[in-house]
Every structure is written in structure tokens, then in C-alpha cells.
């Protein structure tokens, strides 16, 4: 149950860091690539800590194929992210977010793990609240098919992650590495196409306390897998990241149409939760 509630709060303060994002995207004030600099900052420096403070940092040459495999599509799922976020509802988009766990399940299936009729019914019952999304006529669906293509995505990035910390590299090293490149890929961006400096945003109180609060996800993340089984922890986690969308949704973005979502919430909530057993 600990474990459950560090999920819960952990979530909350990743949706206070997305909708900020997402304010200031449709503000246009900045750019994805600024913001992607902002977002990955902090996350960088403390995984870089961890390395630091262990004095450890676990890394195999065997891992480059995998990794550069990786690194290339974290490029592209992170871009597309920051768009279907500024474009996208944010319960939209944390609905059909939620696609990577049955996605994950099929690709297990396919490498030779069993699937129980529980999570082939989880599976239905998720694609069926997807459905509702897709199919309700007043539901907005701009930014809908992108929000679908960055779940599809993090299927291939999660299943490289899994692979290399298996075989490879510590979680610290992998994360590093990953974060690294992102933040060069992105920063040489915002410099040459968007025409910003991206660290001249971090003197504004807004972006500094934005980069800062994507640490405490990372944080509360790794703590929970210590209180709980991780099939559990990652059914939280999607559930109250589609809550705390819906509830961002409404309060903050005035989004309409709470009952429907409502009752897909329930139903995505049903079928994480057998996706576990």
C-alpha cells in the first residue's frame, strides 16, 4: 500500500511538470526543444549524482547496438511527446498513453511469456475504453493519432531499457548515457533551429521550479519498487497518471465532457489492474 501511495503523489507532481508544458507550449513562449532541455536537466544531473555518489558506473561496449538503437528512437518519441502534449487534451492524451502496457504484454507474448485470461481481459477492457475515446463524437481528437504513435513508441524504448539493464548496464549508467544525449540533441536544436537559449529560460522562476519538480518523480519511482511487486507499481502508476490527467483536464484546462471520461477512467483502472495478475 506504501508503495501504491509514493506512486500516487509521484504522478501528481509529473502532471504538474507536463501541464506546465503544456501552458507554456500553447502560450508559445518556447519551444519543444527548450522545453525538452528543461524537462531532461535535472533528471541528467541526478542520475549523473547517482554515478558519482556510488562511484560506480556499470557500462558494457557490448550494449552500444542496443543502446544507439535506443538512443535514436528517445530522440523521436521525446519530440513527438512535447507535440501531441501541447496539441492533445490531457486526458486524451493520458488515456491512450496508457496503450504501452497492453502493447508491452503483447510483445512478452510474442518472445515466448504466457498471457492469463485475466490480462487477455484487461487487454479487451482497455481497448474497449480506447474505443470510447476514438469513437464519442464530441471528444476532441486532435493530437489523438500522435498521442497513440509516442505509446507505440515507448514500447520499442521501454523493451531496449529492459533489455540493456538485464544484459548490460546499470540502470544509473543507462539512464546517463540516455539522458545525455538527449539533452545535446535538443540543446544543439534549440540553438540552431529554434534560435534560443535554452538555459536563459531557467532564469525565470516558472522553468527553474519546472526542471527542479521532474526530479521528484524520479525519486518517489525509484522507492516504490522497494514496497511493492513491480506489476503492481506500474499498474499504479498509469492509473493515477490517467486520473491526475483527467482531474489537470478539467481544472486547469476547462475540458469538457467529464462524465465520459469518467467512466473510461474506471475502465482503463479495471483493466490495469488485471494486467497485473
Known amino acids: 500500500m506504501f508503495g501504491v501511495i509514493i506512486i500516487f503523489f509521484s504522478t501528481l507532481f509529473d502532471e504538474i511538470g507536463v501541464s506546465i508544458t503544456k501552458a507554456k507550449l500553447n502560450q508559445r513562449q518556447i519551444s519543444i526543444y527548450s522545453i525538452g532541455v528543461i524537462n531532461c536537466l535535472a533528471v541528467a544531473i541526478f542520475f549523473i549524482t547517482i554515478n558519482f555518489v556510488t562511484r560506480k558506473f556499470s557500462f558494457s561496449l557490448a550494449s552500444l547496438p542496443t543502446l544507439g538503437v535506443r538512443a535514436f528512437f528517445e530522440i523521436i518519441l521525446t519530440c513527438l511527446a512535447l507535440k501531441a502534449i501541447a496539441i492533445a ?18 510483445v512478452d507474448f510474442s518472445l515466448g511469456y504466457r498471457i492469463s485470461a485475466w490480462q487477455l481481459t484487461g487487454i479487451m477492457i482497455i481497448v474497449f475504453s480506447f474505443g470510447l475515446i476514438f469513437f464519442f463524437q464530441e471528444i476532441k481528437k486532435q493530437g489523438a493519432w500522435l498521442s497513440l504513435l509516442t505509446a507505440v513508441l515507448a514500447v520499442i524504448t521501454i523493451s531496449l531499457y529492459k533489455y540493456d539493464i538485464t544484459h548490460f548496464n546499470s540502470v544509473a549508467a543507462e539512464q546517463t548515457i540516455i539522458y545525455l544525449v538527449l539533452l545535446a540533441f535538443l540543446t544543439g536544436m534549440a540553438f540552431l533551429k529554434a534560435k534560443e537559449n535554452p538555459f536563459g529560460f531557467l532564469k ?4 527553474l521550479f519546472q526542471t527542479l519538480i ?31 490527467s483527467v482531474v489537470s483536464g478539467k481544472a486547469y484546462f476547462k475540458e469538457a465532457h467529464l462524465l465520459i471520461k469518467a467512466v473510461c477512467l474506471i475502465l482503463l483502472v479495471g483493466g490495469i489492474i488485471l494486467l497485473a495478475f
Do not use: C, E, H
Open 214 to 244: 521532474n526530479v521528484i518523480p524520479s525519486l518517489l519511482m525509484s522507492y516504490a519498487y522497494m514496497f511493492a511487486p513491480a506489476s503492481i507499481i506500474l499498474s499504479a502508476y498509469r492509473s493515477s497518471s490517467v486520473f491526475w
Open 204 to 207: 525565470q522562476k516558472i522553468y
Open 89 to 106: 487534451d490531457r486526458s486524451t492524451f493520458g488515456f491512450i498513453r496508457v496503450a504501452t502496457m497492453p502493447l508491452l504484454l503483447i
